[in-house]
């Protein structure tokens, strides 16, 4: 069930639909870390004097212009730790246009809910990314204490927090809260194991970024499969 849900999903990854999600969160994940480098040359360009006077050197006309491009270039250097996190936050506000995309294709009959307001799919984007960094800060001394099972760890700890946010996010497509919840505890195992595959990619650079879209895909197909079950 599992693996026949993710070949349903790699089968659509050509969609336009999951294209226009993947740009959207990477053109706006770009922006956001050009404009940082920008403010930053600048806020540090204000702040450091355009002339300094040091004895036996004399004076120095040149260190704001360094300093903005230092720190400009540490910027960058940050946007490549930044760039997943922050542009799967970005991908995650339009996964229900995933989740729309896949029920067109495979299951026309099902009749979704409202769709959440855009101000709310926001925020729970950026919750779901601060759960992730902080859980995984605090698995990192786990990381460190037992390095041959990190990869382990670093799979369950964020199968675990994938499966569970994909699966809801699939699921309150058609169920109230409470229902979603109890079918997801019904088959909380499987969704674990579907939530430790899609973390694998995590650790490959470039796959990681359409990890939200696969992973909002495939839990689409799972979530019909399991509600027919139930």
Do not use: K
């Not at 450091?48 to 250097?77: H, I, K, N, R």
């Not at 946010?165 to 058609?174: G, N, S």
């Amino acid at each position: 069930m599992i693996f026949a849900a993710i070949s349903r999903a790699l089968a659509q990854a050509g969609d336009p639909t999951f294209r226009g999600v993947l740009l959207r969160g990477l053109g706006l994940t770009l922006a956001l870390l050009v404009a940082m480098a920008a403010g930053m040359g600048w806020l540090v360009g204000w702040l450091v004097p355009d002339t300094v006077s040091l004895p036996l050197v004399g004076e120095l006309t040149f260190l704001d212009s360094l300093a903005s491009g230092l720190s400009v270039l540490g910027v960058l250097a940050l946007s490549t730790v930044l760039m997943v996190p922050v542009a799967s936050a970005f991908t995650g506000i339009f996964l229900d246009d995933v989740a729309a995309a896949v029920e067109a294709r495979h299951y026309p009959d099902a009749t979704a809910r409202p769709a959440a307001p855009i101000l709310s799919a926001i925020a729970d984007s950026l919750r779901f990314l601060g759960v992730i960094v902080l859980a995984n800060l605090c698995a990192l001394v786990l990381y460190l204490m037992l390095p041959p099972a990190a990869p382990l760890i670093f799979w369950g700890l964020n199968g675990f927090l994938l499966g569970r946010e994909y699966f809801m996010l699939a699921a309150l497509r058609h169920l109230d809260e409470p229902g979603a919840r109890r079918l997801r505890r019904r088959h909380g195992g499987r969704i674990w194991l579907a939530g430790a595959i899609m973390a694998v990619p995590l650790t490959v650079p470039v796959l990681n970024l359409v990890v939200p879209v696969l992973g909002a895909a495939t839990f689409t197909h799972l979530f019909h499969r399991l509600d027919a079950r139930g």
